[in-house]
Every structure is written in C-alpha cells, then in structure tokens.
C-alpha cells in the first residue's frame, strides 16, 4: 500500500523464495534443509552478494519465527513420555550439557578469549537439537523404540538446561561478576518454571476446556493457544529466561489436545511461514571475512570436542543399557541447532561475543549437524532390517511404546 | 532476547488478547467480532486510553495480516463458481459500485470537500465485504442458494472494482489532474490481471502439480501457495494495485486444490494470528476528537446513502428475479468491511485524505455492518423454515449448488 509495505513485501518475498531453493537443493543433497536456509542467508545477505539487507522489521519477524518454531517443537513433545523417561533422560542430558560444557569454555579459554565470551560460547555448544534429532529418527522410522524417546527427552531436556545456562551466562555477564544469590534466584525460577509447566500446564488447559466450547470466537482453542504462546514467551523474558522457552511450555502444555483441536499441523504452518525468515536472517549475520585459516583449525577443533563430549556425557549414563545404546544416544545427540544459533544471536546482540565466536557456533551447528544423520543410518541398521520383513519385531515398537506410556 | 524482543512480544499479546476479548463479546451481541477487534484498537490506543501505541513493526505485521485475509478469502472463493454466475453477478457488482461512487462523490463534494478527498471516500463506499456477507449467509445456512451464489460473487468482483477504483484515484491523485492515457493503463493493467488470475491462474497451478509432488520440501504445497501469495502481492504493487488485490488472486488460483492440499484451514491459522493486528491498529488510527456533532450527523448521512445505493444498484439489475431476490441482494451487498478500511487507510496514509473522513468511513463501515445481519435473517426466514423439516427443499439446495457448477 505504502512504499515502506511495497518494500517489505518484496524483501519477504525475496527471502521466503530463496530460503525454500538453496533448502529443496540441501533436501536434495540428503541434508537438513536448515542449513540451506542459513546458507541462503550467508550468500544472499550482506555480508557476501548483498542482495538482500534485512531491515529490521524482519529481523522482528524472525524472532516471532524463532517462537513459533520453539512453540511447534513443544506441540509435538507428549509430556507423559517426557515424564515416563524423564529420570534416565535427565542423566543423559545433563552429562551431556556438563561435560560440553566444562570442555568449551576450557577449550575457549586455552586459546585466549575474555570469560564472557567463553561461557558465551561454551553455552551455545551444550543443547542438542529437538527437531533435527526427531527428523533424523522419524525419517529412519525408529522413533517408537526405547532409545529414541530416551534421546528425545534428552533432547528437550538439554535444549532446558541450555536456556538456564543462557540466563545465568547473561545474567552473569551483564552483572558485576557473579552474585550468587541472583544466580540461585535464576536456576530455582528455571527450574521452577519446568517443573510447573510440565506438570500442571497441561492440567490447566484440560480445565479451561469446558469454558473454551461455550466461547464464541471462531476456533477459540487455536486463539486461545496463540494468546498462551505469546504471553508465556513474555513471562519467560519477564523471569530472564530466553522468549522461545516460553513458547515450547506453552507448547508442552497444549501438546495432549493437539489432536482433538487440530492445533499441530496449524501451528506447523504459521511456523513454515515464518521459520525461513528466522533461519536466513541468522545466516545473513555472519561475516565471511573472518574465516580465516586460524578459525576454520579452532572451528574444527570446537566442533570436534563438541562431538566427543556428547556422545561420552551422555553415553556414560546409559552404560547399564549396554554399548549399542550408548553410541546410538551419543551420536543421536550430537546434533546442535535453533538453541545453539539462538545463543550465539544474544551473545552477537548484546555485544558479548565478536564476530570470530559467532562464526565459530555456526560452523560447529553446520557440522554436527551434517555428520550424525548417516552414521545413525548405519546404527540402526539392524534395528530397522529386524523390523521390516516380520510381524514379530513390530511387537516390540508397540510394546516399547505402551510400556513407555503406561 | 534483546529488550526490543521483549517489548515487541509483549505489545503483540497485549493486542492479540484484547482484540480477542472485544472480539468474543461482539459475537455474544451477535455483532461481528471484527467490529470489536477494531473498538479494541479505538478504546485501547493513542486516541484514547494510550494504553498501547502500536510500533512500526506492529503496523506492518498488521498489513501483511490484510494480505493473508485477502488471501485466504480467495482459497475460500470457488473460481467455477464465480465464472457460473459471472455475467449477472457482474452486472450487480458493477451497478452498486457506480451508483454509490457517484452519489458518494456529490455528497462529499456538496460538503465542501476537495476533489481527491471526496474521490478517496466515494471509493472507499464501494466494496462490500464478501468476508462478512459469507460469515452472515453461512450462519443462517444458506450459502447454497442461487442469491446467495450471485451475491458472494458479485461481492468479489466488487471487492476488485474497489480495488480497481482505489489504483484509479491514487494515480489521479498523485498525478497532474486526469491524465487519460494513463488512466486508460491502469484499467487496462488491472482487468487483465483480474481475467488471467481467474481463467488461468488455477490451470497454472494444475500444470506444476506434477513437479510439486517431486520436491524434497516438506509441505511443498504449502510453501508454493505462501511464495506465491508474497509473489502476487508484490506484482499488484508493481502495476498499481493494492498488494491485498495480488494475494486474492493467489488464494483464488489455489482454492482447487485447497481440498487436496488442505491448505485453507492452515491459511486460516496464518491469518487467525495475524488479522487480529490488522483490525486494532485499524482502530487505533482513529482519532476520536474529531467526532463533532456536525461529523456525526455527515457520518449517519454517508452511511444512509452508502446503503441506499448499495440496494438500488445492486437489487435493479435482478429486476427478472423478483422483488424478494432483489431485497435479498440488495441487503446481502450492504456491508461494507475490510476494502473499505484499506481505501481509507491508503488515503490517509498519503494524506490525501483528513482524519474527519477516516472516521466517516469508518463510522460508516460500523453501521453498514451492523443492520444488514438481523435484515437478512428476516429476509432469508422462509426459506430457512421451508428447508428445514421436509427431505425436499434439500434437493432444490443440491440442484442449484450443482446446476452452478456445471
């Protein structure tokens, strides 16, 4: 209408459409379309051709991405299967994070970058991707066994405890050193915010349901969903948590009525909208120029201990479940992603990471995310042969599945 | 994340839930909610309370929330349909634009307002909203009628002769005077448009078919729809549209195969997040110190006319039909909706309209938005009741839905 709409809407056109090619290309190449998105992003934005210079509206438009896409991931968790491998899972995430950890900011430090930034860093490398862990198992149709719904929850508990660890690192950063008062205030509000919203969010919803069906707003449990989404993303920044943590509770605790209501294949499309948006952008931050020599050898180096820290962090808590197991959760969980990307974004906004560091997380998110995929291929070989020809094995994926649940 | 992160989440919740509550206590008066989510943005915003004033980047999230509704009335429009009761719906969308345009413009001009003013208003009186005629014959169950066919597309074409008329006055407007040739263009431009988008856009999409179930993206068929709604909104720009003009013809091009892809509930979810941003910022432009007595009498006096012409020029071409279907018609085309608001808002965007008209023609979308529904359920009672008990009137519903469509 105005110039300002004509030239947004040509630059969400312009975005949205390469976005979807160079991820149809990266589909094509058998990896995650993620990473064509942030590819695009890399080669189109301003850093590289400058054919497209985000404005800032779109910046914001990403960041409502990154809530809806968090928001999605927590429609499609079954709290009760969170619960169910909740104990064993909560060992494996935070062997996982505590190690990667501990690791990253030793590695960080030992080539001589500021404690913020280290922990920054360190932060961004600990969880490991919900949603390309979940792509790469339903894909390999292996999501029903014991192991995969360990690694899951695993992955969405440690996507948790790296959101704590943003809001400690921030509030830690930002802070005259480390106050440990407020740091126990900020992990006992995390904690407790978990803790609520995983057990008495989704009660909350089945208890506003009867007053839903007598509302007259047209598809009042969508509306009613969205206006959750957005207020708890509010809440979460309101208690010095990341927005998108709000917005996967708020998730979590529709996830139980999303069938009745519909509301996951609806959310799934505000979130095709969107996500490109969020994912273009975040490569359309990263400067080329700083690729030199000496950090494609660091990025490696990061990239390797990110790899071997998960799969002994959280393989060792499995030992009991024999070696199998164990690699199979320490390779499942090795994929970082949006958690990871969106630590390196507030670290890159609030100015407590360079450009060096950020270039650093991008490249660690792009290679563990490219080399689990065939390598689990190859680890649940015989787990998938075994179910395919026979009847017998498909007893054991239903009952792994109702013994989880019951 | 960033404090702009914080404020832009929580101004968006603040809107999205208001404009919902207006909106669901609009529905229990039996008004339409879309009045309410704009009293929202009258009550709640700089005009009044300040309560919330809308940033830049709300705004325009609000006017990509115009394009998905646009969009996603075109995914609901059945192009067969239109084409079946073409030529008579034509001839009553034409009347009632002409009629009201000019009776609009003298009126205006009798009051002594400016040339490109009174142009502005006049064609901001045209469109009817087939949205909330839709909403209405849907309600009372009789969208499957003959009048209710003729009415639905005769609302469309009209919603593209506003839209045609608005392209008209703003390059007359920003012209020097009325230059013929050009005038001559943009008719040109936007008939063209209209008739390629209607006949060949749904074949286009059918021929790409093949290639879409190629493609490794998941949910190409959505992600096609979306790139192609931005596309459209962008080309409308570009030959002097309105960009919402652009995504109805996206969606019409799509509403074919909308089963099969089950892409209009999921437009649907992109638009029931977005449209509630669209109607308050709408509201929240509303300067309400303006209302003068002598602005509300000029305000009744436009909405009277608006509805006189309306179902004159609509009800005389069905003169063959009867005097009930031409009432019915007549009624059915009265409200005026999101067309309107659009207009007025471009105009006041390039200031060529005064925050006096704003409020007419707001004013005069309340009210011819307010009578027609209890008219129309008076007018429709009978063949309500005759449909009702007996097997039989059923058939005359099935004969005219499927005689249309042959």
Chains 1, 2 share one sequence.
């Not at 189109?44 to 928001?71: D, N, R």
Request: glycine share 10%; with cysteine.
């Amino acid at each position: 209408m105005t110039n300002g709409t004509e030239g947004l809407l040509l630059q969400l056109f312009t975005i949205f459409v390469w976005a979807k090619v160079f991820g149809e290309l990266f589909e094509r190449l058998h990896l995650p379309s993620v990473l064509g998105e942030i590819l695009a992003g890399i080669v189109l934005g301003p850093y590289a051709t400058q054919f497209v210079i985000p404005t800032p509206t779109v910046f914001s438009i990403a960041e409502i991405g990154a809530i809806f896409l968090l928001f999605t991931v927590g429609l499609e968790t079954n709290p009760k299967d969170l619960i169910s491998v909740s104990r064993l899972s909560m060992r494996v995430a935070v062997g996982g994070v505590a190690l990667t950890f501990i690791a990253g900011f030793w590695l960080m430090r030992a080539d001589g970058q500021p404690v913020n930034e280290s922990a920054f860093v360190a932060a961004a490398m600990v969880a490991t991707s919900a949603g390309i862990t979940a792509r790469v198992l339903r894909d390999l149709n292996v999501l029903k066994f014991r192991v995969s719904r360990i690694v899951l929850a695993a992955a969405v508990f440690d996507d948790m405890l790296g959101m704590i660890l943003l809001g400690i690192v921030v509030s830690v950063a930002t802070g005259a050193g480390i106050r440990w008062l407020h740091l126990g205030l900020v992990i006992a509000e995390a904690a407790g915010f978990a803790v609520f919203m995983i057990y008495y969010g989704p009660r909350l919803v089945r208890r506003i349901r009867p007053g839903l069906q007598r509302m007259q707003t047209h598809d009042a449990p969508l509306v009613l969903a969205l206006a959750i989404c957005l207020g708890l993303s509010v809440v979460a920044t309101k208690i010095g948590m990341a927005a998108i943590i709000g917005a996967f509770f708020a998730g979590l605790a529709f996830a139980d009525f999303s069938p009745e209501w519909n509301l996951e294949p609806r959310a799934q499309a505000i979130n095709q909208f969107l996500s490109p948006f969020f994912f273009f952008t975040m490569g359309s931050r990263l400067q080329l120029s700083v690729f030199s020599r000496e950090v494609v050898v660091m990025g490696l180096a990061i990239s390797l201990l990110a790899i071997i820290t998960k799969m002994l962090g959280c393989g060792l808590p499995l030992f009991r479940e024999g070696w199998m197991t164990m690699l199979r959760a320490g390779v499942g969980m090795t994929p970082r992603g949006e958690v990871a990307l969106i630590v390196a974004l507030v670290g890159l906004q609030m100015n407590m990471i360079s450009q060096r560091s950020y270039a650093l997380v991008i490249m660690m998110t792009a290679i563990t995310t490219i080399l689990p995929p065939p390598v689990l291929r190859i680890l649940f070989r015989e787990k998938v042969a075994a179910l395919s020809p026979s009847g017998e094995a498909g007893s054991e994926v239903e009952e792994s599945l109702h013994g989880g649940i019951g």
